[in-house]
């Protein structure tokens, strides 16, 4: 079965890499397995091993794994611009806040103001907080830091820390908070947090991770594009190896057992909102058994259908609060009780007449020009009232372009709260791309082609999967 060539696989690589590296296996070093069919000359390294490997079915394949060379490193190229503190700069004189939610506690960094953690409950009208501050900016601190940074950037006898982030080695910027409460567990010494700022090109400057690294000590890593433009801070090309693995004797294209293990794969991926659909072909040959080829991929349009019908809502978040999406109709903060019990918050309810007012009052939130159109914004309002302001809770849900994902149906979901009780619900993916020069001048799509209805409550949007 194809396991049993994937794990050969990999334990040969295992044993090569260690052969060929004193420094053991480095799992941050990629492979994948390719079935091209057949190579042409020119796709052939001299230097390539090759290795000869059968199925459970018999099917024979010639498998040329690649050697592995490491890259020179760029970092020593000039660069003149601002420096890693002067990128991030502007996080610090802007009132922006990232939040992490944990079963219990909730995590709030303010950058360029404090770190919060805390817990509240709710007892009727009342509310109990239970806090901690972590760590607190200091501003002479920051002007000492600002004022090294230059120099800090040109001493190349101090390099760049990097930390392992999903098993790749990402260099980081590092600030130190202090100043925090008390800590009893360590003699009623400040809580203290360092915080790692990592290049994420598509990051919000939201918490990766947050870990107390020792009594009272805490870590916490940021995922900023700032520091993108910064060669120094880019994250290193994974460079994957492909391993070409051709079929001989006749054996089928790709083993019967992986694009088998492929389709019931997408058959389970299939029952999912806005899944990758695979589709697959059975050719029956001259065989024992029937071969599936892997096709191209379809998409079936009908959970697309449902969700703009708000029948499949999308869910997001971790910890102890979750979040869930229905477009046209609401968006939701929940958490699950011991005894199986939903206890919601409604975030906003759409609204057509109200978000046509609010693109009035607001018409920096209009569509720009479909040359330079990224997203569109929707407004969902209405909901529960909040306790510290007495007004509903409303979100602006943004539906945006995300160019070059990993895959052609990726959803990225992110919820902030810039402002109590006030939210920003960020939908991403590829698939928005195709609507985005359909919207009115309110950031509405009609993909019948005919007007709204006054009485509809929803903006009807085509995305095609």
């Given at each position: 079965?194809?396991?049993?060539?994937?794990i050969?696989?990999?334990?040969?690589?295992?044993?090569?890499?260690?052969?060929?590296?004193v420094?053991?296996?480095?799992?941050?070093?990629?492979?994948s397995?390719?079935w091209?069919?057949?190579l042409?000359?020119?796709?052939?390294?001299?230097?390539?091993?090759?290795?000869i490997v059968?199925?459970?079915?018999?099917?024979?394949?010639?498998c040329?794994i690649?050697?592995i060379t490491?890259?020179?490193?760029n970092l020593d190229?000039?660069?003149?611009?601002?420096?890693?503190l002067?990128?991030?700069?502007?996080?610090?004189t802007?009132?922006?806040?990232?939040f992490?939610?944990?079963?219990?506690?909730?995590?709030?960094?303010?950058?360029?103001?404090y770190?919060r953690?805390?817990h509240?409950?709710r007892?009727?009208?009342?509310?109990?907080?239970?806090e901690?501050?972590?760590?607190k900016?200091d501003?002479?601190?920051?002007?000492?830091?600002?004022s090294n940074?230059k120099?800090?950037?040109?001493?190349?006898t101090?390099?760049?820390?990097?930390?392992?982030?999903?098993?790749?080695?990402l260099p980081?910027?590092e600030l130190t908070m202090?100043?925090?409460?008390?800590c009893?567990?360590?003699?009623?010494?400040?809580?203290?947090?360092?915080v790692?700022?990592?290049?994420?090109i598509?990051?919000?400057?939201?918490m990766?991770?947050?870990k107390?690294?020792?009594?009272?000590?805490?870590?916490?890593i940021?995922?900023s594009?700032l520091l993108c433009?910064?060669?120094?801070?880019?994250?290193?090309?994974s460079?994957?190896?492909?391993?070409n693995?051709?079929?001989l004797?006749n054996?089928?294209?790709?083993?019967?057992s992986l694009?088998k293990l492929m389709h019931?794969?997408?058959e389970?991926?299939?029952?999912?909102?806005?899944?990758?659909?695979?589709s697959?072909?059975l050719?029956?040959?001259?065989?024992?058994?029937?071969?599936?080829?892997p096709?191209k991929?379809?998409h079936?349009?009908?959970?697309?259908?449902?969700?703009?019908?708000?029948?499949?809502?999308l869910?997001?978040g971790t910890?102890?609060?979750?979040?869930?999406f229905c477009?046209g109709?609401s968006?939701?903060?929940?958490?699950?009780?011991?005894?199986?019990?939903?206890i919601s918050?409604n975030l906003?309810?759409?609204?057509?007449q109200k978000?046509?007012?609010?693109i009035k009052?607001n018409p920096?939130?209009?569509?720009?020009?479909?040359?330079?159109r990224?997203?569109?914004?929707h407004?969902?309002?209405g909901?529960s009232v909040?306790?510290?302001?007495g007004?509903?809770r409303?979100?602006?849900?943004r539906l945006?372009c995300?160019q070059?994902?990993p895959?052609?149906n990726t959803?990225?979901?992110y919820?902030?709260?810039?402002?109590y009780?006030?939210?920003?619900?960020g939908v991403?993916?590829?698939?928005i791309c195709?609507?985005l020069p359909?919207a009115?001048?309110?950031?509405?799509?009609?993909?019948?082609?005919?007007?709204l209805?006054?009485?509809?409550?929803?903006?009807t949007?085509?995305?095609?999967l």
């Open positions: 079965m194809m396991s049993l060539t994937t050969f696989l990999v334990a040969l690589i295992f044993h090569k890499t260690v052969q060929n590296d420094r053991g296996f480095d799992d941050s070093v990629l492979f397995l390719n091209p069919g057949e042409l000359p020119e796709d052939i390294n001299a230097d390539d091993e090759t290795i059968t199925s459970e079915h018999k099917e024979q394949y010639k040329y690649p050697s490491e890259k020179e490193s190229e000039k660069y003149d611009g601002p420096t890693a002067e990128l991030i700069s502007p996080l610090f802007q009132t922006m806040c990232s992490r939610l944990e079963s219990y506690w909730t995590y709030e960094v303010c950058h360029g103001r770190i953690q805390y509240e409950d007892e009727g009208k009342t509310t109990k907080v239970q901690y501050i972590l760590g900016w501003e002479s601190y920051f002007e000492r830091l600002m940074a120099e800090e950037e040109l001493d190349t101090s390099p760049i820390p990097v930390k392992k982030i999903d098993n790749v080695n980081y910027y202090g100043n925090g409460t008390s009893e567990l360590n003699n009623n010494k400040p809580r203290v947090t360092k790692l700022y990592v290049c994420y598509h990051g919000k400057h939201e990766y991770s947050l107390e690294t020792s009594t009272c000590v805490y870590e916490i940021i995922l594009p433009t910064h060669p120094k801070y880019k994250p290193a090309e460079g994957e190896h492909k391993i693995c051709v079929p004797d054996s089928y294209k790709m083993p019967y694009a019931d794969s997408a389970l991926r299939g029952k999912s909102d806005l899944s990758d659909r695979f697959l072909e050719i029956k040959l001259d065989k024992d058994e029937p071969v599936i080829i096709e991929n379809v079936d349009t009908s959970p697309v259908e449902s969700f703009l019908k708000g029948e499949n809502c869910n997001g910890g102890w609060w979750k979040f869930e477009y109709k968006v939701e903060q929940y958490h699950f009780e011991k005894d199986g019990r939903r918050i906003g309810i759409f609204d057509k978000h046509l007012d609010w009052n920096n939130k209009r569509p720009k020009p479909i040359q330079q990224k997203q569109i914004s407004l969902y309002s909901g909040c306790d510290k302001t007004k509903p409303q979100t602006e849900v945006k995300l070059n994902p895959s052609h959803v990225s979901l919820l902030l709260e810039p402002k009780c006030q939210y920003i619900l991403e993916s590829p698939l195709d609507i359909r009115d001048e309110n950031g509405l799509v009609d993909v019948l082609g005919n007007e209805s006054e009485s509809e409550s929803t903006a949007i085509n995305i095609r």
